[in-house]
């Protein structure tokens, strides 16, 4: 049995990331409909454009529960509470594997178990291990193709620190790949396996956005060079080994 927690840890880790954008497809007209969360770019104050962190960030853990219920690991259901690590390992059985026991126990001194993404993403007892950045368009907004430049449609969030944030929501038939450059941090208690299953989700994003109306259409990932050691994929592996 291989115990998370002895696996070697990184101390201090980041991936670099690049979204390639390809406005021509992109930029989607989100018009009154959507959610806020759904509108894939951003414009700062100062007129970058910006993915914000938190929507990669809500991509990535989706992608990554996929992927690893695919590889046989039972994995809570997010963000509800009462469906989520380390709450749902209380009565089912199958959250109470060793690999889940990261010595975090309850206030009744149960074990609690928290599955391979909680221990990534974190949950309503456990804090995060990684941090998405924005990932910010490396383009100056005025050499941005002319369509791009004005503001069609602004909403601006209400009463928040959001409010420097302007929703750039234009269809755009220009032609280019916008680069859009970020980083994810790993905590230095974050597992060594996170790497890995990162990288394989960001394998399959090849959209950013909610909806198809305010999707971004299609984007390719550049990711720096990074290493990952092969203990960790080993481990993603097993899920229905136990
Ligand atoms: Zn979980």
């Not at 909610?210 to 050691?229: F, M, N, P, R, V």
Request: charged share 20%; glycine share 8%.
């Amino acid at each position: 049995m291989v115990q998370l927690r002895e696996l070697p840890q990184t101390s201090q880790n980041s991936l670099s990331l690049t979204a390639l954008i390809d406005s021509a497809l992109c930029v989607g007209a989100g018009g009154s409909t959507g959610s806020l969360a759904d509108k894939p770019i951003v414009r700062l104050a100062d007129g970058r454009l910006l993915i914000p962190g938190s929507q990669l960030k809500g991509r990535l853990r989706h992608e990554c529960e996929k992927l690893a219920r695919a590889l046989g690991w039972p994995v809570c259901e997010s963000p509800v509470a009462e469906t989520m690590c380390p709450q749902i390992g209380r009565d089912n059985p199958a959250f109470q594997r060793a690999e889940y026991d990261i010595g975090k126990q309850f206030a009744d001194e149960t074990t609690q178990h928290h599955c391979l993404v909680c221990q990534v993403f974190g949950n309503p007892a456990l804090p995060s291990r990684i941090v998405v950045d924005d990932l910010i368009c490396q383009e100056a907004p005025e050499n941005l193709p002319e369509v791009l430049r004005p503001g069609v449609t602004i909403n601006r969030r209400r009463g928040t620190a959001e409010d420097q944030k302007l929703y750039f929501l234009e269809t755009s038939p220009v032609n280019v790949q916008l680069p859009f450059e970020g980083r994810i941090y790993l905590e230095p208690n974050c597992p060594d396996y996170a790497k890995a299953l990162i990288l394989a989700a960001l394998q399959h994003i090849h959209a950013l956005g909610g909806s198809k109306s305010a999707g971004l259409g299609w984007l390719t990932w550049k990711i720096g060079d990074t290493e990952i050691d092969q203990s960790a994929w080993e481990l993603l592996k097993v899920g229905d080994a136990s």
